[in-house]
């Protein structure tokens, strides 16, 4: 199959590379003209584990290649695949579907012959409708399909997602176009992943669904986790003993510093605008994004306490700064509301991050970067965890406690023990954690 990727960002770029790796030839397109010249270079534009190697290696079987003009990849493509952004409207939260909209207009003029054209960015219910409309507008004679298939990979593990993926979700009506995409995703079918073919505005919805469900769990345990504070639980053994029910489940049940990310935040506010634009309301789900927003903030307080109530003229370290690990990406990452909350409260601010840093300056520019996590903490009188990456996830604690200006440790992944921080002298406030003595 011949597959045109509209849009080369963390999805498009993965899912071109696994397409193409799968055997199929692909073109990766982007308006980026600076990101397609440093990929034509080999260099991967974000960090994304083992997404160098398998673009190298499909660069080098020529099945993959990357373009900024999208006429010829498109008039050649059996399916031309949107991957643009869909980032939240400013000042109202709708999802802004200016990219999409611009890459339908732009694919229409190209088309010959029989196309589908896929969207694979998070989009409202209807916006399939929209771009058929556009495309038959622009072009009246184009033999075209348009299908959802919305794509639910993670970034940090892009690749096993798209290649193991639990599900794939396919919202298209026409026989022709279901074989089309039946045929680029048979390669999974050796995965055993499940197919799932629906109806267009299903396949829209459920990508909402299932993000603003993810997102609802993880507030729900960050909920529980401020009332097992309160009342002297431990907030990771109630997340067990719930997650081991079966009907519950494990995953997404760990407490931290609130959601954030390129996805659950604006999908969850485009959620419920969606929903208000048809007089349904999703109450739960407008809950979800109050108590998420309420709680970045409130993890500045919470380092604020932890260094005895105020930070003014104190020294913070901060770990971790993209919203999680083993990615780049900054997108509405909680260390933003954190770190901006700790500078209003008069705090100096120190970071460290594995690969974010780069990113994190245009985010963040009035703190100091350090190069390691050790000389992040030199002088701090208190130390905050936010990413979880591996690297701090067996720090040397004597090294660390010898180079803050004060042992305080706010642990908000609840990566180390509290019996280990005590016993080597720190002050330690973790997640819905019983308090431990004081070292
Ligand atoms: P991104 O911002 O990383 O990439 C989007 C790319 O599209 C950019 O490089 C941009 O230059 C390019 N672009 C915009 N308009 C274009 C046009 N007309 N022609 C060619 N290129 C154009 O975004 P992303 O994170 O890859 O997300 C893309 C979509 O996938 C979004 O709808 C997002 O919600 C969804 N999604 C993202 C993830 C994720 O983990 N990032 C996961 C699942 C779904």
């Known amino acids: 199959m011949r597959i045109a990727m509209i849009g080369t960002g963390y999805v498009g770029l993965v899912s071109g590379a696994c397409f193409a790796d799968f055997g199929h030839q692909v073109t990766c397109v982007d308006k980026d003209a600076d990101k397609i010249k440093a990929l034509q270079r080999g260099e991967i534009p974000i960090f994304e584990p083992g997404l160098d190697e398998l673009v190298a290696a499909n660069v080098r079987a020529r099945r993959l ?35 999409v909209y611009a890459a339908a207009k732009e694919i229409a003029r190209a088309l010959t012959g029989f196309t589908v054209v896929v969207t694979k960015s998070t989009v409202p219910v209807g916006t399939g409708d929209e771009v058929e409309r556009l495309i038959r507008e622009t072009n009246p004679s184009a033999d075209v399909e348009v299908a ?39 390669p999974l079918s050796l995965n055993q992943a499940p197919v799932m073919y629906t109806a267009r505005r299903t396949a829209e919805l459920i990508k909402y669904a299932a993000n603003a469900f993810l997102a609802t769990k993880i507030t729900f345990i960050n909920e529980i986790a401020d009332l097992a504070e309160k009342v002297g639980a431990d907030v990771q053994e109630v997340a067990r003993g ?23 935040p604006k999908d969850t506010r485009a959620l419920v605008k ?10 739960i789900v407008e809950a979800v994004l109050g108590v998420n927003d309420n709680r970045k903030r409130a993890m500045a307080r919470k380092v604020a306490s932890a260094a005895g109530g105020s930070l003014r003229g104190k020294t913070v370290a901060v770990l971790g700064l993209t919203f999680k690990p083993d990615t780049d990406d ?20 120190r970071a460290h991050d594995p690969v974010g840093m780069e990113q994190a300056k245009r985010e963040l520019p009035d703190i100091e970067y350090c190069e390691d996590p050790y000389a992040c903490a030199k002088g701090a009188d208190v130390m905050v965890l936010v ?43 973790s997640v819905g954690r019983p308090p431990q003595a004081r070292g």
């Open 148 to 186: 959802s298939n919305p794509e639910f990979l993670r970034e940090g593990a892009a690749i096993r997602d798209f290649k193991w993926p639990d599900r794939i979700v396919v919202g298209i009506s026409d026989e022709r176009g279901r074989k089309v995409l039946g045929d680029i995703y048979r």
């Open 330 to 349: 900054m997108r509405e990452a909680p260390s933003i509301p954190l770190v901006t909350g700790l500078l209003d409260m008069g705090a100096r601010v």
């Open 242 to 264: 719930i997650g081991l029910d079966n009907r519950i489940g494990s995953k997404f049940l760990h407490a931290g510093p609130g959601f954030g990310g390129s996805c659950f």
């Open 387 to 429: 990413t979880e990456w591996v690297q701090y996830r067996a720090m040397d604690l004597e090294r660390l406690k010898a180079a803050m200006a004060q042992p305080v440790v706010v642990d908000l992944r609840n990566v180390y023990r509290a019996e280990d921080m005590a016993a080597h002298g720190f002050i330690y406030e």
């Open 274 to 283: 969606i929903a208000q634009d048809h007089d349904a309301q999703l109450r």
């Open 65 to 99: 290649d990357f373009t900024t003009d999208l006429s010829s990849p498109v008039a050649e493509a059996d399916a031309v695949f949107i991957a643009v952004g869909t980032p939240s409207r400013r000042g109202d939260g709708h999802a802004d579907l200016t990219y």
